[in-house]
């Protein structure tokens, strides 16, 4: 499907949102993290069942997490956009639309201090038993010594 | 030469072990084993268990996952032992060090007995390193000479 | 252990040291007897920190750092991030040099699907079937050799595009490797079609449904060989792959058979796109200047590496570091798959379905067996669990 075509589907699923089209088969939504579940079940509905991956930014300076859900479908990557605040990083699981979503949330957990809910299992995947907990690598105040 | 010692230099069985690397260096070290190369004219034969070996040959950065792991390899292999460290970050942490979950060379962990660098190192340059280790060997005497294949590129 | 029942259930640990696995990593086998009931995979053994060591390099220090994410997949890894990056810096790669990076990613998929089929042999007990591909493999490296001066970790992508041109005086020597290995990887296509013990071994193993593999979000040959159609070559077209004339290559079976033939088939495929590459390339210019600084902003770039779909997503606030690079490679997307997969095997066929997923991983083995109910801790090797394969299911 041509992404102004993909645009227009979620434009009309979810009145109200932002969504643009950087280039050919990137489209973004603009989304809140109360909406998001809404927003994934309704695009898991018309049919998307790929998670790419989830990408994580730690934006410091405006004490905020944004996260990006990247989903393929229909020869389009959909990235959802959220941005949650940095003092409670708490989201809920995605896994009960997207099982396969499974190892993106733990890894944002585990390096960003994301607290995702009712996660199946919230064991840290990619860091070593002796790394301290509660201590998050990809935050931009974690300095490596 | 006693019976010992011909044994040690003649058939020396490698052990290998990545301690967190890219790959690369395994690949090299397992195409020294195919036909191309052929180490087991050397004698060299790869086994799985630490204990049947005399060269633990290690390859990547140790991360601080691998490093408890790795002394416990090397503490599983008989004496003599040695080590030889494949590819840069073996030797020094390469391009990885200065990574949080990266400790540096095989040496913050174990004694190493011989570095071969490159990234990766050609499969020739890593039977090299193994031959001259023998060589270090006590009462070894004079080493095998590893003569590049012929046919093909360079090897 | 509290209950009697679970004193009757083993964990092995498999690895880190394992040959199975090219790189560390632990799966923690729950067994019943000769059958796995779950599965765990840990692989925090590999983790290095490489997104966060790249956020402390300028963009072009990373183009050599982003090279060693992986090892067999080393283009693919810099020509998404240059292809990122460009996007971001608005330039347009010379077509030549996208030939080029096209050229250059086929003959790694080659390499990597032979080496795969090597593999896959030696842990099916099979090491005849190693030595040829790994031979036959070889010819690949003395063209990638001859290319860019490099077997492993070429260095051909720069922003704007590539740094070494191909030389026509090479073509024909190039097409004579094309011919040979097309006709090696017909006699492999025949050997996994007709061969009696590779069938016995692979065939009807770890059965990944269409619906499954779609619900788990799986990539590269191991959904294609059930039945799921996604391709980033075919279906997010980058480099040259607009122009170059490829079948997506697919299988229903969904087994551990079916993702080899895939991979087999995908090297036909990939043979017949660089002889294309060979007699189409178009002449100009390998790169364009590309400004010194990057300018801010974000992009995505997918690429289909010989494993699966790979994404990278690099965000610049136009400074000399980027602000933020996320990579996914297709292994770690593959994780729950073979988690799964584990599941009502017996132990012997361990290896070869953790393999059929191409993990990229590989080390030498020791196996712990603690049994619970007995208090007893023995150890065995990784080459007798193979053994056992070979004896046949229920030989000790």
């Keep these: 499907m041509m992404s102004e075509q993909v645009a227009g589907l979620i434009r009309d699923m979810f009145p109200g949102i932002g969504v643009t089209i950087p280039r050919e088969r990137r489209i973004t939504v603009y989304s809140t993290a109360d909406r998001l579940h809404d927003v994934l079940r309704g695009l898991h509905g018309a049919g998307v069942t790929h998670v790419t991956t989830i990408t994580c930014m730690d934006k410091i300076e405006r004490g905020m997490f944004e996260l990006l859900y990247h989903l393929w479908w229909e020869n389009n990557l959909i990235t959802v956009r959220i941005e949650i605040p940095r003092a409670i990083p708490v989201i809920p699981t995605i896994t009960t639309i997207f099982p396969g979503a499974l190892s993106y949330e733990r890894e944002i957990q585990g390096m960003f201090g994301i607290q995702v809910e009712n996660i199946p299992d919230p064991r840290r995947i990619l860091l070593s038993d002796e790394f301290p907990l509660g201590v998050y690598p990809l935050r931009k105040d974690y300095e490596v010594k | 030469m006693d019976l010992m010692t011909w044994a040690r230099t003649k058939s020396p069985w490698i052990c290998h072990f990545n301690t967190g690397g890219c790959n690369a260096c395994d690949i090299e070290v397992i ?61 020094s942490g390469g391009v990885y060090h200065g990574c949080y979950n990266v400790r540096g060379g095989i040496d913050t962990t174990i004694p190493v007995d011989m570095y071969v660098g490159g990234c990766p190192p050609r499969p020739s340059e890593i039977i090299d390193g193994v031959i001259q280790l023998i060589g270090k060997i006590p009462g070894a005497g004079s080493v095998p000479d590893v003569t590049e294949p012929k046919g093909g590129e360079s090897g | 252990m509290a209950e009697k029942e679970n004193n009757k259930k083993i ?244 087994d551990v058979w079916a993702r080899t033939y895939v991979k087999a088939l995908e090297i036909l495929q990939s043979i017949r796109m660089c002889r294309q590459v060979l007699d189409e390339i178009p002449g100009g210019e390998i790169r364009v200047k590309a400004p010194l600084k990057v300018p801010e902003g974000e992009a995505i ?96």
């Design chain 3, 301 to 396: 770039c997918r690429y289909e590496a010989p494993r699966g779909e790979l994404i990278h997503y690099v965000r610049s606030s136009g400074g000399t570091m980027p602000d933020r690079i996320k990579i996914r490679s297709p292994t770690f997307g593959n994780w729950v798959v073979a988690t799964e997969l584990l599941k009502g095997i017996c132990i012997a066929d361990v290896p070869i379905v953790v393999y059929a997923i191409d993990p990229c991983m590989s080390c030498s083995a020791r196996i712990t067996v603690t049994d619970s109910a007995r208090g007893t801790v023995t150890e065995t090797t990784f080459d007798a669990l193979r053994r056992r394969g070979r004896q046949g299911k229920g030989a000790v």
């Design chain 3, 11 to 254: 964990i092995i640990p498999f690895g880190p040291q394992h040959p199975a696995f090219k790189e560390s990593m632990r799966l923690d086998l729950c067994v019943d007897g000769e059958i796995v009931e779950y599965a765990d995979i840990i692989v925090s053994y590999n983790h290095r920190g490489i997104e966060k060591a790249a956020e402390q390099r300028t963009f072009l220090q990373n183009i050599y750092l982003i090279e060693r994410v992986c090892g067999i997949c080393s283009h693919s890894h810099t020509t998404c991030y240059c292809a990122a990056v460009e996007e971001i810096m608005g330039i347009e790669v010379p077509e030549r040099a996208q030939y080029i990076r096209s050229f250059i990613g086929e003959l790694e998929r080659i390499q990597s699907h032979l080496l795969w089929i090597g593999v896959t042999g030696h842990e099916l007990g099979w090491d005849t079937l190693l030595m040829y591909s790994w031979k036959d493999r070889e010819r690949i490296n003395d063209m990638l050799e001859r290319i860019t001066g490099n077997r492993i970790h070429y260095a051909m992508n720069t922003f704007g595009g590539v740094r070494r041109d191909l030389s026509p005086g090479d073509f024909p020597r190039f097409k004579e490797d094309f011919d040979f290995l097309e006709e090696r990887t017909k006699y492999y296509l025949h050997v996994i079609a007709e061969e009696e013990t590779f069938l016995k071994r692979t065939r009807g193993i770890a059965f990944l449904p269409t619906e499954m593999a779609r619900r788990l979000c799986a990539v590269g040959p191991t959904t294609r060989a059930s039945n799921v159609r996604i391709d980033a070559r075919a279906d997010d077209p980058y480099a040259a792959y607009p122009d170059l004339d490829f079948e997506v290559v697919t299988h229903d079976s969904g």
């Design chain 2, 31 to 91: 195409a020294a084993l195919t036909p191309r190369f052929d180490v087991e004219r050397f004698g060299l034969l790869l086994k799985a268990s630490p204990r049947h070996s005399d060269v633990l040959v290690v390859t990547g950065p140790v991360t601080l996952q691998t490093q408890e792991r790795l002394r416990r390899v090397y503490d599983q292999m008989a004496d003599p032992k040695f080590v030889l460290a494949v590819g840069v970050c073996a030797c």
